[in-house]
């Protein structure tokens, strides 16, 4: 029988539909403005912040967008999953300077369909039609940084 991978403890109990919706919002943001992935989230079952280094504010119009593309994410209701793999092999696939110094030797990947994949510990949703509606509450620019709030009406189903 195979072993489990060996990873590092996670020190933090997230609220997975939260968590995987920052993931969603991470991706689209990454692919419409090439800023990568947040540099600072705080991410909650009420309200949820991300920081982004973007060279202008983002318009009322680019919120919206956003929303609505993280919203047919969450509506077309695809498999969340995981994969695992040696650290060393992600170099060129992944920023591998956010793990700590004493990252295990194993990684896991978490997939949102095929459209986002990134390395992480935490939990998240098995589908993401278990997320509920994703709604932009707030954002903020200043000095290079977007800092957008968002909240999740939550869904009823299982």
Request: hydrophobic letters at 35%; glycine letters at 6%.
């Amino acid at each position: 029988m195979e072993q489990p991978p060996v990873l590092n403890e996670h020190n933090k109990a997230e609220y997975p539909p939260a968590h995987t919706a920052e993931h969603i919002l991470n991706g689209t943001v990454s692919k419409l403005y090439g800023c990568g992935r947040a540099f600072s989230s705080h991410v909650e079952r009420k309200k949820s912040k991300l920081d982004y280094h973007l060279a202008q504010p983002l318009s009322d119009e680019q919120i919206s967008d956003l929303e609505d593309r993280v919203n047919a994410v969450i509506t077309a209701d695809v498999e969340v999953w995981t994969e695992y793999a040696r650290k060393d092999d992600m170099a060129g696939r992944f920023d591998l300077s956010r793990l700590p110094d004493d990252a295990s030797e194993t990684v896991r990947i978490v997939h949102v369909g095929d459209y986002d994949e990134c390395l992480c510990a935490g939990q998240h949703v098995a589908r993401t039609g278990q997320i509920g509606r994703f709604r932009i509450t707030s954002s903020r620019w200043q000095d290079g940084v977007q800092r957008l709030v968002f909240r999740l009406d939550e869904t009823h189903e299982a």
